[in-house]
């Protein structure tokens, strides 16, 4: 019997076309619309937890409220055996990398050692050299690099290309780094820039400055000392796993016996990356936005094809009088209506996944480049905006096109149950 | 007379209107034997749709009792009532009525489909019934493609494939012109005497009346007349 209606449903278009080109239109914006926020949202996350957050943060308290000053005195020192505690006491999927963040007055001598151009710099030591460091992997160093190669050598740095641009500095070039040492002192120290990178962020590739962490530690006089020890999950790991681990860490972190060298006054936190820059206000507003959205679409897609049910019921109120008239039980006629509406839900919500995700993908793979518009900005985002094709995304897509579509099958269809089959009857033959 | 298979008690009913009730039967009784080919005549109003309707098991009555086959419909659930319709009533109109997205063939197998018949086991069935009332070679065209007496015919066909006990045909023939209306009285006068189907008009139409075997008049929700085609009174 499915067959034969449905053989039906596909010769009318009146009663397949329209509703079916809602519930594709609908299911194409949210997946595309979805695609699009999780992309921007999630690279936003992933560049800012590479580049600066971590998924988890391990940070002396007193460095973390004066982070904007780089206080280096306030970094933490035995680094081995922080990493082990670290290690010990988190969960096993996270990766831990040590970083010292500092700032410096880059110089640029001319062929007589004197000045040529000079400005403040942001830099960040990390493992650059080590074989197993991932933090060349993390950042997309090799493929952000413009031109020259990755540090091999003692007191070689990568510099932001348009850093180098302003400067004026090109590979090869030998540059001084002032600054403030560990213990307060002035440090004088050279460099060779080994390579030029596009970080694909606007606010970095201005002013970003990236050291071996060894070399970093040299210069700053902070031997076996880093700034922040930055936690990294598998991809896949939810946002929500990030607080367990913190909330459990923070709970060890007051039974732990703190290594010799450390300060009397130093206290070590565990942050989230929810906890950094504000981060996790804006990602309970995007759920809520997206949640705004994917409601917001639902809802129309429900109530064009509630609409499109009663047309479509006029239309066909012929056909019911007929089908009652000729046996067919109410509730049969009922659900034979919420399978049409299942089958055009299930088609409209293929194409419409199709195209929405075809969209996502195509986004996904080449990108929207938008660096003109971030170029001022200061945000973490990188220049080229690219969507995510998710699983989540075609479930925020598919179920409300064929809820929809079964949902304003029905409601039209509450016009039937309303009716008696004579008043039907009566009506057919008046139709 | 031949077996009842309808009988019809002292049957009232009521339509409310605004306040008003509307008296659309007044106390008829009747029966109507297996193969019947009779007509209820009589003017707009006098009932003749809402007697169809209740021996249909459409509608029920206000007071009184429809019996077929000494089964009560009163006592039928709505369920009960919808495969009563299925299995024993075949319905003809007035303006056909036919699926326009489904082909003459596929409207002639509706009712089979929706008595759960499968397709495979019945289309043999449903092309002689095509073939009986002469449409075999229009059985893969769309009632848009046919003229209203083949669409009629169509509809008849529709009506018997499921070898009903009894047929309700109401005005069959009201949007024929008389030689359409002439052969289809014809038609189903031979798969009357074929399928042993009785068969009740409803119908203003004088054509219909000189090819049925008896008239029920209708005046005023009541019957005024019940004669046979000898001109002989049916007792009721």
């Not at chain 2, 019934?129 to 009632?143: A, E, H, T």
């Amino acid at each position: 019997m499915i067959r034969f209606w449905f053989r039906g449903l596909m010769r009318d278009k009146s009663r397949f076309l329209f509703p079916f080109t809602v519930v594709a239109v609908g299911v194409t914006l949210v997946v595309a619309l979805v695609g699009f926020m999780e992309g921007v949202f999630m690279g936003m996350i992933d560049m800012t937890s590479n580049l600066d957050s971590g998924h988890l943060r391990l940070v002396n308290k007193a460095f973390y409220d004066e982070e904007h000053l780089r206080p280096l005195d306030r970094a933490l020192a035995n680094q081995r055996e922080t990493h082990d505690w670290l290690v010990k006491h988190s969960n096993q999927e996270v990766d831990w990398s040590p970083r010292i963040r500092w700032r410096a007055i880059l110089d640029v001598p001319d062929e007589q050692g004197e000045t040529r151009s000079q400005t403040p710099v942001m830099g960040m030591g990390l493992d650059l050299k080590s074989p197993d460091s991932k933090e060349i992997e993390r950042l997309r160093l090799k493929s952000s690099l413009v031109e020259g190669t990755l540090p091999k050598g003692i007191n070689e740095m990568l510099m932001g290309i348009q850093l180098a641009e302003v400067l004026d500095v090109s590979v090869g070039q030998s540059v001084t780094l002032l600054g403030q040492s560990f213990d307060g002192g002035m440090v004088a120290d050279n460099y060779k820039v080994a390579g030029l990178v596009r970080f694909g962020v606007s606010a970095m590739d201005k002013k970003m400055v990236l050291i071996d962490l060894t070399d970093a530690q040299n210069t700053f006089y902070m031997e076996g000392m880093v700034t922040d020890w930055l936690g990294y999950f598998p991809p896949s790991t939810d946002f929500d796993s990030y607080e367990e681990v913190k909330l459990s860490m923070s709970a060890s972190l007051a039974d732990w016996t703190p290594p010799k060298d450390w300060a009397k006054d130093d206290a070590p936190i565990v942050l989230s990356i929810r906890d950094q820059q504000n981060i996790g206000a804006i990602m309970d507003k995007f759920r809520v936005i997206k949640g705004f959205v994917v409601g917001t679409f639902t809802f129309l897609m429900v109530l064009v094809l509630w609409n499109a049910g009663i047309l479509s019921g006029i239309h066909r109120y012929g056909e019911m009088g007929l089908r009652l008239a000729f046996g067919e039980p109410h509730w049969k006629l009922i659900v034979a209506l919420a399978i049409e509406g299942l089958w055009i839900g299930i088609l409209g919500s293929a194409a419409g996944s199709l195209l929405g995700g075809g969209f996502s993908w195509y986004l996904q793979e080449v990108g929207l480049n938008m660096g003109d518009s971030f170029a001022q900005s200061g945000l973490m985002i990188n220049d080229v905006v690219r969507a995510r094709v998710t699983v989540g995304g075609f479930i925020q897509g598919i179920v409300p096109g064929v809820f929809a579509s079964v949902a304003g099958t029905l409601v039209a269809s509450m016009a039937i149950f309303q009716r008696s089959e004579a008043n039907l009857f009566r009506e057919l033959e008046a139709g | 007379m031949s077996e009842t298979l309808i009988t019809l008690e002292r049957v009232c009913k009521l339509y409310q209107v605004g306040e008003e009730n509307f008296t659309a039967l007044n106390d008829v009784s009747l029966e109507v034997g297996k193969g019947a080919f009779m007509s209820f005549v009589g003017p707009s109003g006098s009932g003749k749709t809402t007697l169809l309707n209740l021996i249909g098991g459409l509608d029920r009555p206000t007071t009184g009792s429809v019996l077929f086959q000494g089964a009560n419909l009163e006592n039928m659930s709505r369920n009960q009532l919808a495969a009563y319709r299925r299995k024993n009533i075949g319905f003809i109109f007035q303006t056909y009525n036919l699926l326009p997205v489904y082909s003459v063939y596929e409207n002639v197998l509706f009712p089979l489909i929706l008595n759960g018949q499968k397709e495979n086991d019945v289309r043999t069935r449903v092309e002689e019934m095509v073939g009986k009332v002469g449409l075999r070679d229009q059985i893969n065209k769309k009632p848009a493609q046919l003229s209203g007496g083949q669409c009629q015919r169509v509809a008849i066909a529709r009506a018997l494939v499921k070898d009903p006990l009894l047929i309700l045909a109401d005005e069959p023939t009201a949007n024929l012109d008389s030689e359409n209306s002439r052969q289809i009285l014809e038609l189903m006068l031979e798969l009357n005497r074929e399928y042993k189907a009785a068969v009740i008009f409803s119908t203003h139409d004088e054509k219909v009346t000189r090819f049925v075997r008896r008239e029920v008049r209708l005046e005023d929700g009541k019957v005024s007349w019940d004669k046979r085609s000898d001109g002989t009174e049916v007792e009721s």
